[in-house]
Antibody, heavy 121, light 111 residues
Framework: QVHLVQSGAEVKIPGASVKVSCKAS????????MHWVRQAPGQGLEWMGR????????NSAQKFQGRVTMTRDTSITTAYMELTSLRSDDTAVYYC??????????????WGQGTLVTVSS | QSVLTQPPSVSGAPGQRVTISCTGS?????????VHWYQQLPGTAPKLLIY???NRPSGVPDRFSGSKSGTSASLAITGLQAEDEADYYC???????????FGGGTKLTVL
């Protein structure tokens, strides 16, 4: 059974960084892209970027370029997303989601349970 | 503003049929990129509902169906049930942005 388990909620002050983890199980970790999507309170879904766990190559949305870093540790089948220079409007639930294959046009399934990141002074 | 446009809300009585539209442009849906749909129940993570425009993952009832034509796609739900009350999102890819894109989401209310 494919499963993604994310790290717990975080509270950060403006200007800080946050690193969210996503532990994968039940499939070949290096065989599928891992995507990151966020959802601000009461808002829709926003794609942040993805990592190829096999090569470590990444592609991020223009909005987040320079602020987001996606990495992975294949030995423990875990992906990470770090967002820097946090602002109050970065307050959101952050999701990891497995891509359908090595294709940015594919679908996401399954999704992690989400990690709430609150940015507040 | 989302690149893919969805109605903010739709509603229907139990047993009825509703459709949710997802309108794009020539750089995404109109360029031939697939559309995928997700259901998000309150307080939970999104769940894949339709992939590749028309395909249902195992376990998704056949009351849910997808279609695509030109620069738009649609999700149809027949035989509405109270448990269908949720937010629904479409997703595709945009070649001008080189980004994955989502619709703004549609809240379905079962009357």
């Amino acid at each position: 059974q494919v499963h993604l388990v994310q790290s717990g909620a975080e509270v950060k002050i403006p200007g800080a960084s946050v690193k969210v983890s996503c532990k994968a199980s039940g499939y070949t970790f290096s065989g599928y892209y891992m995507h990151w999507v966020r959802q601000a309170p009461g808002q829709g879904l926003e794609w942040m970027g993805r990592i190829n766990p096999n090569s470590g190559g990444t592609n991020s949305a223009q909005k987040f370029q320079g602020r987001v870093t996606m990495t992975r540790d294949t030995s423990i089948t875990t992906a990470y997303m770090e967002l820097t220079s946090l602002r109050s409007d970065d307050t959101a639930v952050y999701y990891c989601a497995r891509g359908s294959d090595y294709d940015d046009t594919g679908w996401f399934d399954p999704w992690g349970q989400g990690t709430l990141v609150t940015v507040s002074s | 503003q989302s690149v893919l446009t969805q109605p903010p809300s739709v509603s229907g009585a139990p047993g009825q049929r509703v459709t949710i539209s997802c309108t794009g442009s020539s750089s995404n849906i109109g360029a031939g990129y697939d559309v995928h749909w997700y259901q998000q129940l309150p307080g939970t993570a999104p769940k894949l509902l339709i992939y590749g425009n028309i395909n249902r993952p195992s376990g998704v009832p056949d009351r849910f169906s997808g279609s695509k034509s030109g620069t738009s796609a649609s999700l149809a739900i027949t035989g509405l049930q109270a448990e269908d009350e949720a937010d629904y999102y479409c997703q595709s890819y945009d070649s001008s942005l080189s980004d994955v894109i989502f619709g703004g989401g549609t809240k379905l209310t079962v009357l």
